[in-house]
């Protein structure tokens, strides 16, 4: 087996990203496979050359909470492993974080994250608590985007003001404020 210089595993808040660097020579290139707990390794596709000697792969497709174990394979040799490197993803927490931005003209960013696969509803109400727009949310666990267009449910603008973004999920609820100023 080939050793890496150095293997980094960096759990991000979309993904993890792996990093090494090779001895010497860099080989024709690394394909990434990856296992779950005792699950069999499944190929995730081949790394990049970001550098001389040095090679990367994003995986976008981890869950919270999750470890992970990567094995790096050289291409053109065969059942060759240069090196593993394992990872835990960071656990999901229920969170709806502050728009951006804020004061928002035309769109505003709502992110918001949900610990387990709960289904998730994410509603706009004007500060008389009427409903204004009903968002798509999302239902597995991780991290999540939504983006309101500042209209109401059958597309008109909405007037300038505060308005109330509440993130239902389960038993849980949060809420932000986002005040809209054309």
Not at 75 to 90: C, F, K, R, W, Y
Not at 145 to 151: H, K, P, T, V, Y
């Amino acid at each position: 087996m080939r050793r890496l210089r150095h293997d980094v595993a960096l759990g991000r808040e979309n993904g993890v990203l792996l990093c090494w660097q090779t001895y010497d020579q860099s080989p024709p290139g690394f394909e990434v496979r990856r296992a779950r707990g005792n699950d069999a390794f499944e190929s995730l596709g081949l790394a990049s050359h970001a550098s001389p000697n040095h090679w990367e792969f994003f995986d976008s497709t981890v869950e919270p909470g999750t470890t992970y174990t990567y094995a790096i394979h050289i291409l053109g040799e065969q059942d060759s492993i240069a090196g593993t490197i394992t990872v835990t993803t960071p656990q999901a927490h229920f969170a709806l974080l502050p728009p951006e931005p804020n004061p928002a003209r035309e769109h505003v960013r709502l992110r918001f994250e949900l610990p387990s696969a709960t289904p998730a509803d994410l509603q706009v109400y004007d500060v008389a608590g009427r409903l204004v727009r009903q968002l798509q949310a999302g239902n597995r666990p991780g991290n999540h985007l939504a983006l309101w267009d500042g209209r109401d449910g059958v597309g008109r603008q909405v007037p300038n003001g505060l308005y109330l973004v509440q993130l239902r999920a389960g038993a849980r609820m949060a809420t932000t404020r986002v005040l809209f100023l054309r």
